[in-house]
């Protein structure tokens, strides 16, 4: 039994002293990758700053925050300079003040 364990034992060890690690040479890539292909700048038409409150109103909205939300999409409107996103920031403040009167 004995010699059945120092056999399987001595076998782990072999293995593991054997080739279980690569080094580093070994895991880099040999040719150099190739360089990156142009890509078109891709820009929404709406104001950044009216994006930007409009994304952290959204966040406060999923985290339950809604006096924030409703602070943050009103910068946004105040700062939106197209039709679309007006609409858009309209509908989202009439939700949140539907949510904070029924939490009232």
Same mark, same amino acid.
């Given at each position: 039994? %004995?010699?059945?364990?120092?056999? !399987?034992?001595?076998?782990?060890?072999?293995?593991?002293?054997?080739? &279980?690690?690569?080094?580093?040479s $070994?895991?880099? /890539?040999?040719?150099?990758?190739? /360089?990156?292909?142009?890509?078109?700048? !891709?820009?929404?038409?709406?104001? &950044?700053?009216a994006? %930007?409150?409009f994304?952290?109103?959204?966040?406060?909205v999923? %985290? &339950?925050?809604? $006096?924030?939300?409703?602070?943050?999409?009103?910068?946004?409107?105040?700062?939106a300079? $197209? $039709?679309?996103?007006?609409?858009?920031? !309209?509908?989202?403040? %009439?939700? !949140?003040?539907?949510?904070?009167?029924?939490?009232?």
């Amino acid at each position: 039994m %004995q010699t059945r364990i120092r056999t !399987v034992l001595a076998s782990i060890l072999a293995a593991a002293l054997m080739g &279980g690690c690569a080094t580093m040479s $070994e895991l880099l /890539p040999k040719d150099p990758p190739p /360089p990156p292909t142009p890509m078109d700048v !891709v820009a929404a038409p709406y104001s &950044g700053n009216a994006l %930007q409150n409009f994304y952290i109103g959204r966040q406060y909205v999923a %985290q &339950g925050r809604y $006096e924030l939300a409703r602070e943050h999409y009103l910068l946004a409107l105040a700062s939106a300079r $197209e $039709e679309a996103m007006r609409d858009t920031l !309209v509908t989202e403040l %009439q939700t !949140v003040d539907r949510l904070i009167k029924t939490l009232r």
